[in-house]
Structures are given as structure tokens and as C-alpha cells.
């Protein structure tokens, strides 16, 4: 029986998240990073170019195996996952806009021998109509082998890639603009208030609305009846890098809310110049009052009914 291979493309699920002073992208069995002569030793390429300009470099692949590996070189453009707002690449099967679509490395095909580096040049052609700011993505070496997966009929195979990151800027005016959109509030009470703790979910969207990266920090802050502060902390869960024109859905989980409030949530982005809150309001109100709530306004609109009927049939004719 034939088998139909699925594709899956592992693109640096774990490696185009290193920490700022990463020396190289890899996974163990190979590596890409900026070529050492001409990088001064730089973990990531940082270029900078006017509109319709031209540049060139050259980036390194290691095959730290003991077998040749041959692999697809191409740009790529960047983006936040929407998972954890990570920083990811497109696929070669997608469509690059920016950096990715400049890119051109001296080969498309390389293979690399056993436990050695081969150092590929590449052109980046900025187009003359490009929109100034950061553009950011990278060049990825996509290993040709697949790797199969489980036996059957259809079965799912797995294609790695490991990729240097590209910061490009285009020259001209920058714009850092940043907006927290769509905030919301989800609350888990107990039915009968002090059986069991509440907690609420706090969502929201933090959206680059300008044209440069932006390293953004969320702070949290609840308000309770007469201005009380319930909560006010810094939110750990913020990508380090929001890249332009990104946006990404974020939650906090408020252990311990209020069962019994009423107040305001506030949330304050900051980056570089930049400052934008977004809000929501909330009222906490344990099931079990607020059935016993709606319950006697049931009844009192049910007994004002009754009045006015038995009013309206004891009520001289006045004929």
C-alpha cells in the first residue's frame, strides 16, 4: 500500500528563540549563522539600507554530523506565532513579502560535508518603493531528507529547518506606535460564595501598529469599588520582540478575583516612546445572590402584575 507523507516543517519551533546572545541558530545536527569574517562575530545579520539599494553578505552552514547533508538555502520572512507571540519564519512554500522576497543567496541548493562549513554569499535588494522601517526575517537552511513517521497508509513526515535571524531597516521615517485592543474578562465563581477560591482570565490583543520592532512591557492593574487595588503586576507572559504590524492574543489568569465587586481592569503597554493602556469594567457577583436577585425582582414584578390586574377588575364601569 502506498504511503502519502505529509509534510511537516519544523522551523525552528525552539531555535529562532534564543536568547540575545546566541553565538548560532542550530538544533545539534547543524547550525546557520552570519559568516565570521565579515560578521565580527554577530549572532544575528543587522543590516541597514536606503529604498532601491543593494547589499551583500554571507552566511555559514555546519554540518556537525558524520554524514553529508544537503540543504535548501532561502529567505524567509518573520513574524510572532500566534501561539506565544515567538518569533517564527514562512514556510518556502509561502509568500514572502519583505526581507524574504529580497533575499538571494548565491546558491538555493547546498550540501555540506561531514563535520565542515560551507560559507554561501547572498545579495539583498531592497525595492526602490519599499515602506521605511524594520523589515525583519531570515535565511533558513531546510534539510532535504525527511524524516518518516508513524507505519500505515498515511503517514506524516517531518522536515527541519534552522535559520539565522535578519533584522533589516529600511531608512526613513520611523513610526513605534502600539495599541492594547479588545480586552476582556472571563470569571470563574463559586455558585455559593467562600466554597472555593474564584479566578478570572484577562485576554487581550497587543498589536505593532508602527513600523519598527518594538520590545514591549504589560503591566496589570484591578480596581475595586471606592478605587481599592485588587491586583497590579507586570505581566511576565509578553513576547520580548513584537515585530511590525503584528498582532497577538494574550491571557493572564487572575487567581483569586473578587466574588463579590465591582471595578475596572487596566492594562499599560509600554515600549520605546510608547505608552497605550486598554480597559474593561467588571461586576463580581456570586451566582447564588444573583439568582436569589432575580428571583425577588421576578416575584416583585409578578406581585406588581397581579395588583394592576386585580386593580383593573374591581374598577368601577364608568358607563
Known amino acids: 500500500m502506498r504511503t502519502l507523507y505529509v509534510l511537516v516543517l519544523s522551523a525552528l519551533l ?3 528563540g534564543l536568547a540575545p546572545g546566541a553565538r548560532a541558530a542550530e538544533n545539534g545536527e547543524w547550525a546557520v549563522y552570519p559568516a565570521a ?3 565580527g562575530g554577530r549572532p544575528y545579520f543587522f543590516l541597514s539600507a536606503d529604498p532601491g539599494s543593494t547589499l ?3 552566511v555559514t552552514v555546519t554540518n556537525k554530523t558524520a554524514a553529508p547533508l544537503t540543504f535548501r538555502l532561502y529567505g524567509a520572512d518573520a513574524y510572532n506565532t500566534d501561539r506565544d507571540g515567538g518569533f517564527a519564519v514562512r514556510t518556502q512554500g509561502e509568500k514572502q513579502t519583505g526581507a524574504g522576497a529580497w533575499i538571494r543567496p548565491g546558491k538555493t541548493r547546498v550540501t555540506v560535508p561531514a563535520r565542515s562549513a560551507v560559507t554561501v554569499p547572498y545579495t539583498l535588494t531592497v525595492p526602490a518603493d519599499a515602506d521605511p522601517g524594520d ?3 531570515a535565511l533558513v537552511a531546510l534539510d532535504e531528507r525527511i524524516s518518516p513517521g508513524a507505519k500505515g497508509s498515511v503517514a506524516v513526515g517531518v522536515q527541519r529547518a534552522v535559520a539565522a535571524r535578519l533584522y533589516l531597516r529600511v531608512n526613513g521615517p520611523t513610526v513605534p506606535a502600539l495599541g492594547v485592543e ?5 470569571q470563574d465563581r463559586p455558585v455559593v460564595p467562600g ?7 484577562v485576554s487581550y490583543t497587543l498589536h505593532n501598529r508602527g513600523n519598527v520592532t518594538l520590545n514591549p512591557k504589560v503591566a496589570l492593574r484591578a480596581e475595586g469599588l471606592f478605587g481599592r487595588t485588587l491586583l497590579a503586576r507586570d505581566l511576565a507572559q509578553v513576547p ?3 515585530l511590525p504590524r503584528q498582532k497577538i492574543r494574550l491571557t493572564e489568569r487572575w487567581t483569586g478575583s473578587p466574588q463579590f465587586d465591582w471595578g475596572d481592569i487596566t492594562l499599560t503597554a509600554t515600549a520605546e516612546d510608547v505608552r497605550e493602556t486598554g480597559a474593561v469594567s467588571f461586576l ?4 447564588f445572590a444573583a439568582a436569589i436577585l432575580l428571583a425577588g425582582g421576578a416575584a416583585g414584578l409578578s406581585g406588581l402584575w397581579i395588583r394592576r390586574r386585580r386593580t383593573a377588575r374591581t374598577a368601577p364601569d364608568p358607563h
Do not use: F, I, K, Y
Open 240 to 242: 520580548s520582540e513584537l
Open 135 to 137: 523589515h525583519p526575517g
Open 56 to 58: 551583500t553578505d554571507r
Open 284 to 287: 463580581a457577583l456570586p451566582w
Open 195 to 201: 466554597t472555593r477560591a474564584s479566578s478570572a482570565v
Open 14 to 16: 525552539v531555535l529562532l
Open 182 to 186: 479588545d480586552v476582556t474578562l472571563d
Open 37 to 39: 569574517a565579515q560578521s
